[in-house]
């Protein structure tokens, strides 16, 4: 019978790896999979780019409430990521 879980690799550099490394090769080195450290610097990034990005030359607000909005959605999911990874499985 399958198991219902799947399985993940952790390396030491703290990228999880979901290959097989008879079938990609360089992930034997660290080069497959994906790492949560840069996802989370990127979601800040791009959270705080959409809020400078209110800063312009248009008239209307519709675009602010759109970018801040996003900006919020973005920090709310990097903050639950926070939190549930901080919790005790």
């Not at 790492?35 to 248009?58: D, E, K, P, Q």
Request: charged share 20%; hydrophobic share 50%; net charge positive.
């Amino acid at each position: 019978m399958a198991a219902t879980e799947l399985e993940t690799t952790h390396s030491d550099s703290g990228v999880l790896t979901h290959v097989d490394t008879a079938e990609v090769p360089s992930a034997a080195w660290g080069w497959s999979g994906e790492s949560r450290r840069t996802f989370r610097a990127a979601g800040w990034v791009v959270a705080v780019i959409l809020v400078a990005m209110t800063v312009g030359n248009h008239k209307g607000r519709v675009e602010d409430v759109f970018l801040v909005g996003f900006a919020l959605a973005i920090v709310g999911i990097l903050i639950r990521d926070t939190v549930l990874r901080r919790k005790p499985r």
